[in-house]
């Protein structure tokens, strides 16, 4: 058999062949072991960036406080007469929807309303118009002294975020309840017909503080022992989870699925009621005679001297703005 010369040696070539296959069968074998050892072995764990601190979360600044009350004997009979016509027919037949429900009528709005424009001129006279036109004009508002559900609009929107929870709220935040530790127990004689009622403490020193002013200030206040007692405190988040689904009504006006409640920091105070109406009834003509009535006016005027800040659509709750929600 000839022999092949490769590199200047001879080799035959069946010896030629049995070399290139020995030198494939040691690459099989050698692959082999590599992948056994490389699948056998461990993965290492993903790498997980650290998160980053979670941001402190507050209610954001306060817009401008109510503006003092204003002199008890103001000049009403100076003004625009055709707005003060218009804003004494609107006042009760007015076809709005100011919190999303159909009402008639701008009345039991017009306490605040004068507080927030500094007058305490009745809605129809001149001086409310000429009062609510200054107003309109600080806010580049139109300043032609009428009502209506544009300027209560900006209005509303001015006194709720004066409410810490409302501005939480509006970054999507229902803060945490307190814990039981973090609760005050309020006097017998301090809910309403002796209802165990319980607040932050900071809360319900501020209204013994306020309560105690009023009985001073008013004897109309002072001769009925209901008059600002509290009938709802703290709710605890479970029980008015529970209330607001046998309610049917999570998301309404009456019940939430995140109240205020639960901060520890709001209440719902007797202020009178209509006949045939309980005190937390939100049927328009009792949110109407409450708002006549002398306990209510005198938080209007007062209450923010203490801390607290009114929910406009409902006359008796109040809530306390001296500690974060």
């Not at 707005?83 to 004494?88: E, P």
């Not at 007015?94 to 507080?115: D, H, N, Q, S, V």
């Not at 929910?311 to 001296?322: A, M, N, R």
């Amino acid at each position: 058999m000839r022999r092949a010369l490769v590199g200047g040696v001879r080799f035959k070539p069946s010896e030629a062949l049995r070399f290139l296959g020995g030198l494939v069968a040691v690459i099989v074998v050698l692959g082999l072991v590599v992948l056994r050892v490389t699948s056998c072995a461990p993965t290492p764990p993903p790498r997980v960036a650290p998160k980053p601190p979670a941001a402190v979360v507050t209610p954001g600044p306060p817009p401008k406080p109510a503006p003092p009350p204003a002199p008890p004997t103001p000049d009403c009979d100076s003004g625009p007469a055709a707005a003060a016509h218009a804003n004494t027919a609107s006042l009760q037949t007015l076809a709005w929807a100011p919190f999303g429900r159909p009402e008639t009528g701008w009345e039991t709005y017009a306490p605040l309303i004068a507080r927030e424009i500094h007058t305490r001129c009745e809605p129809g006279s001149p001086g409310f118009a000429a009062a609510l036109a200054a107003w309109q004009a600080d806010q580049q508002m139109p300043a032609d002294g009428i009502m209506d559900p544009a300027v209560f609009a900006r209005m509303k929107g001015v006194i709720q975020t004066r409410r810490p929870f409302v501005r939480l709220s509006a970054q999507r935040i229902c803060p945490a309840a307190p814990g039981p530790g973090e609760l005050a127990q309020a006097a017998r004689d301090e809910g309403y017909a002796g209802k165990a009622i319980q607040l932050r403490p900071g809360a319900l020193a501020a209204y013994r503080k306020m309560v105690a002013a009023a009985r001073a200030d008013s004897p109309e206040i002072a001769a009925d022992p209901r008059n600002l007692t509290i009938f709802s405190g703290f709710r605890s988040p479970a029980s008015d989870a529970a209330r607001c689904a046998a309610e049917h009504n999570c998301q309404g006006l009456v019940r939430a699925t995140c109240s205020a409640h639960r901060t520890g920091l709001a209440m719902d105070m007797y202020v009178g009621q209509a006949p045939g109406y309980g005190p937390d009834s939100s049927a328009d003509e009792n949110r109407r005679y409450m708002s006549r009535t002398a306990a209510y006016r005198w938080l209007v005027l007062n209450a923010d001297h203490f801390g607290f800040v009114p929910y406009p659509f409902e006359p008796w709750h109040w809530e306390w703005t001296g500690a974060a929600p």
